[in-house]
């Protein structure tokens, strides 16, 4: 059962930093892209990052471009998200996502087969 755990999300001031973690289990972790994608009250799915299977290719939406870096440790089967400069528009839950078809990322839930329960991130002073 493929099943994927997101943690780390809480509430911070504006300019601060969140590390968010995803533990996966179930499936070959190592050989698939993964995504992280964000969902604010009353609104879609945003996409946020991306990264290739091995950790040497990675895409930012342009809103968290150079304030967030996605990394992964595939021994440890783990996808990380580390968050700076935090700004209160950045509020959301937060999803970790097994990308469904290789190389194929974006804004909707069907490039995606799995996901996790999200963790909320909370921006505000």
């Known amino acids: 059962e493929v099943q994927l755990v997101e943690s780390g999300g809480g509430l911070v001031q504006p300019g601060g930093s969140l590390r968010l973690s995803c533990a996966a289990s179930?499936?070959?972790?190592?050989?698939?892209?993964m995504s992280w994608v964000r969902q604010a009250p009353g609104k879609g799915p945003e996409w946020v990052s991306f990264?290739?299977?091995?950790?040497?290719?990675?895409s930012y939406a342009s809103f968290v471009k150079g304030r967030f870096t996605i990394s992964r440790d595939n021994a440890k089967n783990t996808l990380y998200l580390q968050m700076n400069s935090l700004k209160p528009e950045d509020t959301a839950v937060y999803y970790c996502?097994?990308?469904?078809?290789?190389?194929?990322?974006?804004?909707?839930?069907?490039?995606?087969?799995?996901w996790g329960q999200g963790t909320q991130v909370t921006v505000s002073s």
């Open positions: 996502a097994k990308v469904r078809l290789y190389g194929r990322y974006g804004g909707s839930w069907s490039f995606y087969d799995y």
């Open positions: 179930g499936f070959p972790f190592g050989s698939y892209d």
């Open positions: 990264i290739n299977s091995g950790g040497r290719s990675t």
